[in-house]
């Protein structure tokens, strides 16, 4: 298990701008996957972005992609998500995880089974 901790969300007017992190104080945390998930109310929990161990891989879903980035600093134990151009329907809590196991990576949330506690972003229109 990894315990993470999420943090750098916050209200934001449509197109701009928020970069989320999410914190580990594993010193293995660099040989995880990390993925970032959102859940808006009354939806289930999707998946928005994930990233291989080493940062060199990157992931996104279709509703994201062109505008937010994914990226990790394994000196600072630290996964980043930068989000543009928000939209309306980018408004969710948005949670980090990490991968089951070392060394992988995946875009389903059944492979994640450390969780952080999520955080809040609302874009206004």
């Known amino acids: 298990q990894v315990q993470l901790v999420e943090s750098g969300g916050g209200l934001v007017q449509a197109g701009g701008s928020l970069r989320l992190a999410c914190a580990a104080s594993?010193?293995?945390?660099?040989?995880?996957?990390i993925g970032w998930f959102r859940q808006a109310p009354g939806k289930e929990r999707e998946y928005v972005s994930a990233?291989?161990?080493?940062?060199?891989?990157?992931y996104y879903a279709d509703a994201v992609k062109g505008r937010f980035a994914i990226s990790r600093d394994n000196a600072k134990n630290t996964v980043y998500l930068q989000m543009n151009n928000l939209k309306p329907e980018d408004t969710a809590v948005y949670y980090c995880a990490a991968t089951g196991g070392k060394f992988i990576v995946s875009e389903s949330a059944e492979h994640f089974t450390s969780w952080g506690q999520g955080t809040q972003v609302t874009v206004s229109s």
């Open positions: 990233i291989n161990w080493s940062g060199i891989d990157t």
């Open positions: 594993e010193s293995d945390f660099y040989m995880y996957g």
